[in-house]
């Protein structure tokens, strides 16, 4: 709810902004004008990346400026109605998922040497960090290549021991594609900080 406050906030500095319920039982909320315009709302599954879940009641939001719904009433017959009243075309348009990468915080302590071994130059395995070493950054958009199959995602983090060396790459649920050998990875952009699929 803040995020919506400060959005309609910067909103009002551009234009008017009048904030709609979807509840609204005239006619004019977003669950009826989004039903005129026939766009439909997942309600089982929220999480899906789809117009339906993320896009439609929006549409229907902006649309609701141009119609409205007018009641009319005959009292001499005491019949009662309404319509629509303006015009709205819905085209096709992009839809876009635009996410934050859930990189992992450095941890330093894992870095130094662990105390309760009897060896001090026994390092514990280290997690997280920004820079690998071989000129990626973690969220740093790549192509990588596995058994001749062809992967697009994120740096996400890497692993080097005395037995690897491998880059794991996420796709844009942040979920993990695979590790691939840093030999076989291209970068294709550097680190937006964003995830757009």
Same mark, same amino acid.
């Given at each position: ?23 609204? &039982? ?9 039903? =005129? ?34 009641? =009319? ?10 319509? =629509? ?15 934050? &990468? ?15 071994? &009897? ?13 690998? &070493? ?64």
């Amino acid at each position: 709810m803040v995020g919506q406050k400060q959005m309609v906030q910067w909103l009002q500095q551009l234009a008017p902004v009048q904030t709609l319920m979807g509840w609204q &039982p005239d006619g004019n909320g977003t669950s009826q004008t989004r039903k =005129w315009l026939g766009l439909s709302k997942n309600k089982e599954d929220k999480s899906l990346p789809i117009p339906e879940t993320h896009a439609n009641d929006g549409v229907a939001i902006g649309a609701s400026h141009f119609i409205r719904w007018k009641d =009319w009433q005959d009292v001499r017959r005491n019949v009662r109605g309404g319509y =629509w009243d303006g015009e709205v075309e819905i085209s096709d348009s992009p839809f876009v998922v635009v996410a934050r &990468p859930n990189i992992y915080r450095r941890q330093l302590h894992f870095e130094n040497p662990d105390s309760k071994k &009897p060896n001090p130059t026994q390092y514990r395995k280290r997690k997280g960090g920004t820079i690998t &070493p071989f000129g990626l950054r973690s969220g740093d958009f790549v192509e990588a290549e596995k058994a001749l199959k062809i992967y697009r995602g994120w740096i996400g983090g890497y692993t080097k021991t005395s037995k690897t060396t491998n880059v794991s790459i996420y796709d844009v649920n942040w979920k993990r594609l695979g590790q691939f050998s840093p030999n076989k990875v291209k970068l294709l952009k550097r680190s937006t900080k964003l995830l757009i699929k």
